[in-house]
C-alpha cells in the first residue's frame, strides 16, 4: 500500500481549508501501525495555524514533581512556540492507563507522553538506562551522559523503529529506597516483604527473597494503606510527603540505590515530529531540556523543606540502609543489569556506553562531587 504522509508540514502550519481535523485522523488511521484515536471527535484539530496536542502521562494529575513537571514541559512548549502549540497534559487513566502510555504515542491514540523509560523495558531492555539504572549514574550524570555522552544518539536509534522520537524530561533528584512499617537491621529482615518498585529493581528484590510489586503511581498509596505491599519507594520527601506515605509508616530508608538517577522522559510520535518545521523542532527539545533542569533543581529545593516537615511533623525516622542489605542489592543489580543487557543487541550497545561513561565519572567523581560531600559531612559532624 503506499504510504502516505501522516502530518503535512505546510498543511500543519498554514491551516489550509484542504485539511480538516477529520482529515488529519483519517490520515492517522491509515499510516499509524497499530490502531487510531479511538475518539476522534476528542484528537488534535487545527486552526489558524495552531495544532492542538495531547500528552497523556503516567502520574496523577497535576502530582507534585513528576506530574507537575508534565505540565510544565506542556507550558514551556507552548510558550515558547508563541502558541502555535497547544498542549493539554492528561493525568493517568484519564486518557489511556499510566503503563499504556508508549503505546498510546507510538499508535498515534495520543501524540505525546510524560512517564519513565523504565517501564518499557519489555519493549526493549535497553530502556531501561534512559531512566537510570541500580547502581549507575547520580542525577546530574545521567543527565550528562544524554545530552554529551551519547546516550540521546542511542536513545532515538532505540525508539526509531516504535516511531518515537524521545527527550529527557524531568530529573529527579536521587530518590529514598523506601517507607517501611517495620525496622530493616539486616538482609533476613527483606525475605518475604512484598515492597512496591519498578523497572529492573524489581528483579533484584526478587532474587534478593522479597517479593517486588509493580503498582503504578495512582494506585500505590491505596495499595500501602490496604497491606496489598508492606513497603513502597516512589520518590523523595517532596513527592513521599504529598502521597501521605508519613501518615502509614514511620520509617523510610536512604539511599536510594535502586534508582540513583531517576530521569523522566517526553515521547513524541515520530512522524509528527519529523513534519514539525525545524524551528519547532527545537523549540521541543529546549523547552524539554530546560524543564529537565529546572525540575532537578526544584526536587532539591522541595526535597530539603519537606524533609524538615516529615521529621517535626510526623515524627518519622530517616535511616541508612545496613550494610550488609546495600552490598547485596548492588552486587545483585550488577548481575541483573548485565543479564538484560544480554537479552538484546541493542541493549548491548548502549550497556557499554553507558557503562563507559559510569566508569570515567566513577573516576573523576572521588575527587570532585564525592569527594566534596564526603569532606562536608566530616566536618559538619566534627
Known sequence: MKKINKFNRRKILLGASALTTAGLLISCKENIKGGTPSNPESASSISKNIMQLRMATTWPKNFPGVGTTAEKVAEAITKAS??????????SGEMVPAYEVFD??????????????GYWISKNPGLAY??????????????AWIMHGGGQKL?????????????QAGIVQSEMFGW????????????GLKI??????????????????????GEVMSSFQSGVVDA????????DLAFGFPKIAKICYGPGIHSPGSMNEMLINKQLFNNLPNDLKEIIRISANNVNNDSYNEYINRNAISYQIIVKEHDVKFKILPLDIMKEFLKVAKEVVQDNAEKDPAAMKIHLNYQDFLKKAIDITKYQELGYLNAREMANNG
Open 196 to 217: 512496591r518498585m519498578a523497572g529492573l529493581p524489581n528483579e533484584i528484590l526478587n532474587r534478593m527473597g522479597a517479593t517486588a510489586v509493580n503498582i503504578p503511581g
Open 232 to 239: 513502597v519507594e516512589w520518590g523523595g520527601p517532596w513527592m
Open 180 to 191: 517501611y512499617k517495620k525496622t530493616l537491621n539486616s538482609l533476613e529482615d527483606l525475605q
Open 82 to 91: 508563541d502558541g502555535r502549540l497547544e498542549i493539554k497534559v492528561y493525568g
Open 104 to 117: 498510546a504515542v507510538r499508535q498515534g491514540t495520543v501524540e505525546m507522553g510524560h512517564g519513565w523509560p
Open 155 to 167: 536513545w532515538e536509534e532505540l525508539l526509531e523503529p516504535y516511531g518515537i522520537q524521545p527527550f
Open 130 to 143: 534512559f531512566g537510570g539504572i541500580p547502581g549507575g549514574l547520580s542525577p546530574s550524570e545521567q543527565s
